[in-house]
């Protein structure tokens, strides 16, 4: 079992920037493949960005290269960096830990960018 917190959500207004941190508990964390999403009300969850135990990163489309997702296998942290806020990126962000069949979630962290 791997428990997720995440941290670092809030308001912004828009264009500026905030940085979500998720540390996760066990041993296992450089194994595991993160990512981070976001829901809105009456929407699905959506992929914000991956990031694999090998390091290679994916991001969704709507990013646009304002986002960034590192980790530190030595803290057992991933961060999500994102800059350049629109309204349009708020959101419940999730935490997500995945390995092999397993998948474990956060609680999730609001943002919130106002106009």
């Known amino acids: 079992q791997v428990q997720l917190v995440e941290s670092g959500g809030g308001l912004v207004q828009a264009g500026g920037s905030l940085r979500l941190s998720c540390t996760a508990s066990?041993?296992?964390?450089?194994?595991?493949?993160m990512a981070w999403y976001r829901q809105t009300p009456g929407k699905q969850r959506e992929l914000v960005a991956t990031?694999?135990?090998?390091?290679?990163?994916n991001f969704a489309d709507f990013v646009k290269g304002r986002f960034s997702i590192s980790r530190d296998n030595t803290k057992n942290t991933v961060n999500l960096q994102m800059n350049s806020l629109e309204p349009e990126d708020t959101a419940v962000y999730y935490c997500?830990?995945?390995?092999?069949?397993?998948?474990?979630w956060g609680q999730g962290t609001q943002v919130t960018v106002s106009s």
């Open positions: 066990g041993t296992i964390f450089r194994l595991l493949k």
């Open positions: 997500n830990a995945a390995l092999a069949s397993a998948t474990f």
């Open positions: 990031i694999t135990s090998g390091g290679t990163i």
